[in-house]
């Protein structure tokens, strides 16, 4: 059957094919550590849990406006003026299916044929995907270690032609776990605002950072960013609450107004028992993300302190999300392989331990270890691939 051309350039989420491999190993009875994932190992909140109980018991499971129920954009415009000091109104609010089905919209409403979208590497894998599926065309960007891999002003203006329409910033990183800065993000924004650029500021890792630094919006800035900026974030990270897919954008009445009408026609609504469960997630007065941020801060000290000490090895401590993105070069080099993925392969299989090579994410001298899994499974993790990498010399 001849497919849509649109489909036949996609590659499939290198983080899922990693996954199902370890999976098969397991299936078959091998002891396999998987540090691919993706997402928290903690349950939803039990009071979130009851919400939706409630919810369903209470008939709560019709359809809803497309944007959301208004509740939900109101705790959400609340939840923006709180911890972000930004006033949003519910009108430039939109409620989605998870934070990616926001972007995967955001890309449809704003490009056009040929429209290119920066793309600093490493990258989240969906969004040089999503901005093809839009029509769109990623402007990969490396970025180096040297600055933690972050955009440079440089790099940034470097890249500017009268086709750029969008540029993305994911603070803290997925996958490096690194944040920009106050500093950084002004220099950056300045040249966006010159060149009528809009900053796509993916805030999804927000409530996960293990030093002192703050969060920082690029819509913060200023009013001229704000307007310039669309927001994308979600409970699917900070609440532990991937499988209900809730996620929204904030920006531009127009925009927002724009996704709507698109979500309309291709989902109606997000599910309205997950999204009363949200509304429960951002009305409570604790911070139900306070243990997992503890537990995540501790991995991470152990796993990073291990890591760091392979022959071949090197990596900057991140400061949130909860990855970490070692530059393996050496040890390859080292073990004899001729690339990263080869590496990652070898190691699945002679020692049982699953992680996403950094080719998928464009930065193909790393690895990604997510530390979304127990401790004790993190340390052996890493014995397996200090024995692996000295084995191998
Ligand atoms: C950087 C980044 N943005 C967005 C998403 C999408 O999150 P959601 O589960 O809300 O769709 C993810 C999930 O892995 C992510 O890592």
């Known amino acids: 059957m001849s497919l849509a051309s649109r489909v036949k350039s996609l590659t499939p989420s290198p983080t899922l094919e990693i996954s199902a491999k370890a999976q098969q190993l397991k299936k078959e009875g091998y002891d396999v550590i998987g540090l691919g994932v993706g997402e928290p190992d903690f349950n939803t909140p039990n009071f979130i849990i009851e919400a939706a109980k409630l919810a369903m018991d209470e008939g709560k499971t019709k359809y809803t406006p497309s944007s959301g129920i208004p509740e939900l954009k109101q705790a959400i415009s609340k939840k923006l003026k709180q911890d972000n000091n930004l006033l949003y109104n519910p009108e430039e609010i939109i409620v989605t299916t998870g ?97 009528n650029i809009i900053i796509v500021s993916d805030e999804i890792y927000e409530k996960l950072i293990y030093t002192a630094e703050k969060h920082v919006s690029m819509a913060q800035l200023s009013p001229k960013l704000k307007k310039n900026t669309v927001i994308i974030n979600g409970v699917s990270k900070s609440h532990a609450m991937t499988g209900w897919r809730i996620g929204y954008a904030a920006g531009p009445q127009d925009i927002v107004k724009a996704m709507t009408n698109f979500v309309s026609h291709a989902t109606s609504n997000p599910t309205s028992i997950s999204q009363y469960a949200t509304l429960a997630a951002y009305e409570t007065d604790t911070d139900p993300t306070l243990e997992m941020r503890t537990v995540f801060s501790d991995r991470l000290d152990t796993l990073y302190n291990m890591i760091i000490n392979v022959p071949g090895i090197t990596c900057d401590k991140p400061s949130g999300a909860f990855y970490l993105f070692p530059n393996v070069k050496e040890a390859v080099k080292m073990n004899g392989f001729t690339s990263t993925d080869e590496w990652v392969k070898a190691l699945l299989e002679e020692e049982k331990v699953a992680l996403v090579p950094g080719s998928g994410f464009g930065s193909p001298d790393n690895v990604r270890l997510s530390y979304a899994t127990s401790k004790d499974l993190l340390i052996e993790a890493a014995e397996r691939i200090k024995r692996f990498v000295t084995s191998h010399q």
């Open 99 to 195: 934070a990616k089905y926001a972007l995967y919209t955001l890309f449809q409403v704003l490009l056009n044929k040929g429209d290119e979208v920066i793309v600093p590497a490493p990258y989240w894998v969906s969004y040089p995907e999503q901005i093809k599926l839009a029509g769109g065309e990623p402007v990969v960007v490396e970025t180096s270690e040297a600055s933690q891999f972050k955009l440079t002003p440089e790099q940034l203006e470097s890249q500017i032609t009268e086709k750029t329409k969008a540029l993305i910033i994911n603070s803290p990183s997925n996958p490096t776990g690194m944040m920009y800065d106050e500093k950084e993000l002004l220099a950056i924004g300045e040249i966006c605002l010159k060149n």
